[in-house]
């Protein structure tokens, strides 16, 4: 090592024990000694190597270290400008929109009197309750009402400006929890309040799908027929609700409406749609199970932001007020419409209805239209009518009729016009007297209308609209159906097309085929050509469509079961019954008379008694042949038993040698067995069918087809003369072959069928047994060919005479 460089010796030779110092100069432990220093100066040069690889490696730490610091600190500073860019590509919230409302300018004009704007007491559900001066809106909620929605309109419709109403829920009514499946067919939610304008005589049920009206409600949506979008948050009790139709149109927002909770606005203007623009737009509020207090002004309950007049401080050109109708003669109507089943009854309703809005119609099917329209789910049942449609809706409350028992009890003491088209009731004098009672307050004129005979020219015009309109309707369904459709199968053939394509394509990899670089473009696939929006399907009415009269509906007016049972008791309404007047809305009295007595005389060759009851004299006529069959039949029995033969001769020898004794006579000698030729035997010359002479009875010879023949020809003997006796109708002294099983079982408690007779028709029974009865050509009804007073004897000999010609036959 050179002298100019210092080496510190390694700890381990600082710390080694030294030898001891020896002065001997001997060659061996020269030899020794330099061996010593070599191996030394190899450790020192090991621990220098060491040391400096130990430096390294502390160095290449700290510089990996001192990189990573710089690294995490580009990292954070990369983050950072990641954040930042970030931030400065992320759209920024669009920023509040600028309220476009001024103030309401000042007006000189003529403004509507104090009080005259209000919620109308008559343009209102039944169940709307308006109480405290029509300050508050309460509604019924007993039994099915509490599933039913109230609606009311306010007196004054909106024509022009811009004018808000304001709206409070106070109270929010619980009511008892429903429990299995009617828990889910409860229309949801059970509290519910809306507010929006209306056309004047349509729905008071807001968002019920109808054109004609627009709605906010407490859920936080906008409704307008069956669109239904979400624009505000949820609302409660306790919050006041405006409501600014703003119909200015020198205003940015002309032709919109908007909501205000607590004077702040929750909702950007929405646009009136086309079909309202131009039309008067009433305030309309739709409620259930709430109380509401509603404002009409002149002072709001929270102001806006902006000055803004309410509908009660409206202008006078601004608005048009619907006045209250008033009763003709000072009395309210109740419309009683008589007419006959399937002959237009409810078309005939439903046109007076749209004439005179301010009628209300009292009716099964009103209520069921009112339920559904309040989200109620009704599943389509067969076996109804019109008439009396089903009622069941899985909900008890509404099942029980409540609403129709509570309807019946509140409609006497509201003011206003009815209509009760109740088509079986009105036309039994019986059902109109209890429905008259119910209308006995004087303010009530009842009047019944006739509507029976040729229609008017008005009235098939409108029938043919509403064929036409269900024609098209119809078509434009198919079109849809069929469009769909084709599509559905293009999808398919592309879809499949495309697989094989793949296919082909795997299979070309698989056997290495090179890929075509270039491939000549396919032509796209043209979807199947969409409806255009303006084309109409095309559809006419056909020369028998032309002809109708009245149309025919998809369930019958009334269901055949009830008319069979009420239709012999129809009759027209008079005066004398408690109506104050009767009225003939197509022909005269005098023709609608004639009218109904030939439907009734018609229905009666058609339709069967089903309150048919049994007469007594058919009853004990029935119990004397069913004893005389069985002996007769056990008669038979013993007569083909030699041995029981021999006893029942033994007994009538006996039997006359009784009677010779009680004459006084001599005992008659043992005769010998009278010979008869039972084929030149006349049978109906015979006096005893037990006995034809040489005791042999008549029907000595029947097996069981004789047997069922005679049943059957007393049966329908007896059937057709109790009928007549039982039902005592002139009109009626039969009846026609398809009632035949219906009478059959009603009598003889069994079931009538052809087959027991081998025969397909019951004419081919009628030619089997013609001796018995007939069916009559003209009128289809069954006659029978004897007399009620027939012996039950006579039977036999017919039975026996036809089984001998069947004999002479074979």
Known sequence: FGSSFVLPLPHFLATRPRRPCCTMSAEPKNEEVKAEEVTAKEVVKDEVKEEKKEDEEMKEVAEKNEDEDMKEEADGEAQEEVVEEEEEAKPKEPEEPKELELDAAEDTRSKVSAGTVEVSTTDATMNALPTAGNKLLMSLTDGGFQYLLAGIRATAGIKAGRYMVEAKIVEMQKGGDQSGAARDKVPQPRNLFRIGLSTSGSSLILGDAGPDSLCFDSEGAFIHEKIRKKTVA?????????????????????????????????????????????????????????????????????????????????????????????????????????????????????????????????????????????????????????????????????????????????????????????????????????????????????????????????????????????????????????????????????????????????????????????????????????????????????????????????????????????????????????????????????????????????????????????????????STWQKQLAEWRKLASEWKDPNKRKALLAKRAEAKKKVAEEKGDEAPKEEKEVEID??????????????????????????????????????????????????????????????????????????????TFAVEKLADLADLIKDTFSINEKTTFLEAALTDDTPITNFVKLTEDHRRERQRRL
């Not at 069922?708 to 009928?723: I, K, W």
């Not at 007549?724 to 069994?750: I, Q």
């Open 678 to 755: 039972l084929e030149e035997l006349d049978v109906f010359a015979v006096e005893d069918i037990n006995d034809i002479g040489n005791g042999m009875p008549l029907f000595a010879d029947y097996v069981f087809e004789d047997w069922t023949l005679l049943s059957a020809r007393y049966e329908m003997h007896l059937l057709l003369h109790s009928f007549k006796k039982d039902l005592n109708d002139p009109d009626r002294p039969s009846f026609s072959e398809k009632d035949l099983a219906f009478y059959y079982n009603k009598y003889f408690k069994k079931q009538f069928g052809l087959k």
């Open 234 to 622: 949820k609302f409660g009790r306790d919050s006041t609700i405006a409501m600014l139709v703003n119909l200015d149109e020198s205003s940015p927002n002309a032709n919109t409406v908007s909501l205000f909770k607590d004077g702040v606005r929750i909702c950007q203007p929405q646009a009136i749609p086309e079909k309202m623009r131009g039309k008067t737009l009433y305030p309309t509020i739709t409620y259930r199970n709430v109380t509401v207090q509603v404002n009409f002004g002149p002072q709001p309950l929270a102001p806006l932001p902006f000055t803004c007049r309410m509908l009660g401080d409206a202008a006078q050109a601004d608005v048009e007020l619907a006045a209250a109708p008033q009763p003709k003669d000072g009395k309210y109507e109740v419309l009683f419409p008589v007419g006959l089943p399937d002959t237009g009854y409810f078309d005939w309703v439903d046109a007076f209805v749209e004439k005179n809005p301010d009628y209300v119609e009292l009716s099964d099917r009103k209520i069921i239209d009112w339920a559904v329209k309040s989200g109620m789910w009704k599943p389509k049942a067969a076996g109804h009518s019109n008439d009396k449609p089903d009622m069941k809706f899985g909900i008890p409350a509404m099942d029980d009729l409540s609403v129709s028992r509570l309807l019946k009890h509140i409609a006497p003491v509201t003011k206003r016009n009815f209509i009760v088209p109740e088509l079986k009731a009105n036309l039994s004098d019986s059902e109109r007297k209890k429905a008259l009672l119910r209308f006995a307050p004087p303010e009530f004129k009842k009047v019944a209308c006739v509507v029976m005979g040729e229609p008017t020219a008005e009235y098939k015009a409108r029938v043919h609209d509403v064929i036409l309109s269900e024609k098209k309707r119809k078509a434009e369904g198919e079109k849809k159906k069929k469009a769909a459709e084709e599509e559905r199968k293009r999808l398919i053939e592309a879809k499949q097309k495309k697989a094989e394509e793949a296919r082909k394509a795997n299979k070309r990899k698989r056997d290495g085929e090179a890929e075509e670089e270039t491939k000549e473009e396919e032509p796209e696939e043209k979807p199947a050509e969409e409806t255009k929006a303006d084309e109409e399907v095309v559809v006419e009415l056909t020369e028998v469509e032309k002809a109708l009269k009245c149309r025919k509906t998809p369930m019958p007016d009334i269901t055949e079961t009830i008319l069979a049972k009420s239709y012999a008791n129809f009759s027209l309404p008079t005066v004398a019954e408690g109506f104050d007047a009767v009225t003939f809305a197509w022909q005269s009295e005098a023709e609608c008379a004639t009218l109904m007595k030939d439907w009734i005389f018609a229905k009666k060759l058609t339709q069967r008694v089903e309150d048919l009851k049994t007469g007594d004299s058919f009853k004990e006529a029935w």
